[in-house]
């Protein structure tokens, strides 16, 4: 309140606009286009591969949709599943349990869905450093889904997409 209150003593109110998605998007390329790819890893320069998607929220409402339309196209070979739990198949658990609540497939079998016990606030996102360089070695796109309490409502965003 106090920042909407100097802004409009000085005149100033457009700061005090919501960025559209697209200004967040522009402004997460312009702070990340300086990075490039570490020694060792070389760029694909070949034809357009399978999708391999890492999606966080998959225990969520919109993160379970999400996830079975993934798995409907044809197009993504592999989604990794970042879900809290002790356990990766405490993880997995809670992915079935979401999508069957909801009434989606996901057949226990399919290897095309990988559950891991994740935690987006730690190091490594909480996996073991083996793990999380091998997604990153993998990784195509990454779905972030996360339900904003304070403001009850969903955001979907690509982070990552190669």
């Known amino acids: 309140m106090s920042a909407f209150l100097v802004a409009l003593a000085s005149g100033d109110v457009s700061k005090l606009k919501e960025p559209t998605n697209i200004e967040v998007m522009l402004q997460l390329v312009d702070k990340y286009k300086h990075l490039s790819i570490p020694a060792g890893r070389k760029r694909n320069t070949g034809p357009p591969s399978l999708a391999v998607v890492v999606l ?25 599943c970042l879900a809290r739990g002790r356990t990766d198949e405490d993880a997995s658990k809670r992915v079935f349990e979401s999508m069957a609540t909801r009434g989606l497939t996901l057949e226990k079998d399919d290897a095309r869905v990988v559950s891991l016990a994740s935690d987006l606030g730690e190091e490594n996102l909480g996996m073991k450093r083996e793990v999380y360089d091998a997604i990153g070695e993998e990784v195509t796109m990454v779905v972030h889904v996360s339900l904003v309490s304070s403001l009850s409502f969903y955001s979907r965003r690509v982070i990552f997409q190669r």
Do not use: H
């Open 56 to 80: 966080t929220g998959a225990t969520g409402s919109l993160g379970a949709y999400l996830l079975a339309e993934l798995l409907v196209n044809p197009t993504v070979k592999k989604v990794y």
